[in-house]
Structures are given as structure tokens and as C-alpha cells.
């Protein structure tokens, strides 16, 4: 159920039947690699020693491309089996400023269910949704099995009160919102720089209150993603 495979980032654990982002690893470097070169760029020019937050960090891709430039990459994974190889590839490299967290970031801090899908058959892992129903069409179903129920902690990000922090990448499937909803105070405080996926949220809500609510006055649409910037 995992491979392990050689990166430019360095040695990863990934999930071996993943369909998205494993086969672009396989390959040396991740399927987003282009967004990934963005940042490095905005750390190395703009934020030099920067601390990064990697908000849905799958496998921990954006986070390990990252951590060269940075004084310190924390990544927060809610799925037990992608934190595990998160930490397993952060011990097998020996990194030290390289940090892993096995929760949802939120609005409010609560237990929610972890879905239930086999990580032991082909699927897009990274595209799994926290809530009621899985609105994107996956190669599994989501199923049920009240012995195999598991649950996350969501926790707000103004919770961390960090004393530093220079840049967020956020890939939440479906809770970006949310996540906006618990960092209030933490992105008035150190106006990060945001790099924030808008595919499965309205995009123009998300775009108005970065700029109306946060503040950011650079909002540019990369695809997928919102960079904002001031």
C-alpha cells in the first residue's frame, strides 16, 4: 500500500494506488510542480526564511519542495494514512525543521468522522472530502463500517498563534471557507502570502473576502488556485 520513490524534493512515501499525485512523483517531482516553483520563488525573493503552513498537504509534496527555503514547513493532513507516510518521509530524509500535524484546519474546534475508502485499491486520495457526502466523483465509493469509524480534530488556525508566519498553501477539497473562518486574527496579524485552491467552493465569495475582509490587494487566478499577495 506504499511505495517509496526518489523525488527532486528528496525520498517520499506515497500511496502506491494513487492516481494523481503518485504518478507524477514517480516521475521526480509533483503533479503541481509548477505552483510548487511559484512559492520557491516568492520565499526565495520575498520571504527569505520563511515559515509555511501546507494546509492539505496529501503527501507532503508542496512542503518538502518548500522546505530548503525555509526556517520551518509544517503540514496538516486529516487522513491518518497520508500523515503517517507525511512523517515517515520527514524521518527517513532526517529533517529537522520539517513538522507534521494529524488535523483538519476549521472554523470552530470539533471531532469530525474521517471517510472511509481503501487505500489498497486504485483512487485519487488527494481528492477525498471531509463532510456529509463526497461531491466529486471518485473510482471508489464511499462506504461505511461502523468498526472501522475514525475521527480527526479540527482546529482553528488562530488557535497556533504562531510568531511568525510568511506564506499558506491551502487545498482543503471543499473547506477553504472554513479554513478562512478560524485564521481571521492569524492573517490580519502577519498577512501571509496565500496560495488557496477555489475548485470546489464559489469562487467569487473566496475572492471577495480575501480582498474585502483580508485585505489583499494582488488576487491573481493561477487555474486551480488564488495567490494572493499585497
Known sequence: MTELVRTIYGKMLVPRFDTNQTPALRGGRALNHKEIS?????????????????????????????????????SFEPQRILFNMICGSIAIN????AYAYHCAIGARDEMIEIPQFDYSRTMS???????????????????????????????????FNF???DLIKIDAEGFELKILDGAKGTIRTHKPIIMIEHSKVHAPTLRHRLVEEFGYKKVTDTGDDFLCMN
Do not use: M
Open 38 to 74: 511559484i512559492l520557491v520563488d516568492l520565499v526565495q525573493h520575498e520571504r527569505p526564511g520563511a515559515v509555511f503552513l501546507d494546509i492539505g498537504a496529501n503527501v507532503g509534496a508542496y512542503s518538502f519542495a518548500l522546505r530548503p527555503y525555509c526556517s520551518k514547513t509544517l
Open 94 to 97: 532526517g529533517w529537522t525543521n
Open 125 to 159: 486520495f488527494g481528492s477525498i472530502e471531509f463532510g456529509e457526502s463526497q461531491r466529486e466523483r471518485l473510482t471508489q465509493e464511499r462506504t461505511y463500517d461502523a468498526d472501522k469509524v475514525e475521527y480527526v480534530q479540527v482546529v482553528p488556525l488562530d488557535n
Open 163 to 165: 510568531p511568525r508566519l
